[in-house]
């Protein structure tokens, strides 16, 4: 399970002309943020999505909705240390809920598997 954050603007990964060239861009910065729990076995995809902040609430609602997908099922969530994903509130409801929360050592998104997923859709989006 992580947070991915989409922004809406262009990115320029590599350009070059003789003249210059003015690319026209919407102003601000609006994010579309995507919390995804990805099933290692079944390749299915879990995600709240919304345009405000990634927090504790969203984390509960997204174990929520695993938990309903697999209700009487063992669940384990592979998660790294964001804040909001070791705050009490989600601890507590993980808890109540027999919902294991795994923790991988921090800066270490080559073990997250859903880090994967993101990088793919960032780069074909």
Known sequence: MDASHF???PFLGYLWSQTRIYIRAP?????????????????ELIT????AYVNAITVIE???DVHSQ???QKITLVMDNAR????????EYARENDVELLFLPSY????HLIE???????KNA
């Open 7 to 9: 922004v809406h603007s």
């Open 27 to 43: 102003s601000g910065r609006k994010r579309h943020n995507v919390l995804g729990a990805f099933n290692a076995s079944s390749h």
């Open 48 to 51: 709240v999505k919304n345009d």
């Open 62 to 64: 997204l174990i929520k």
């Open 70 to 72: 697999y209700e009487g």
């Open 84 to 91: 909001y994903q070791r705050c009490k509130a989600v601890m």
């Open 108 to 111: 270490s998104p080559n073990l």
């Open 116 to 122: 994967r997923l993101w990088k793919f859709v960032k």
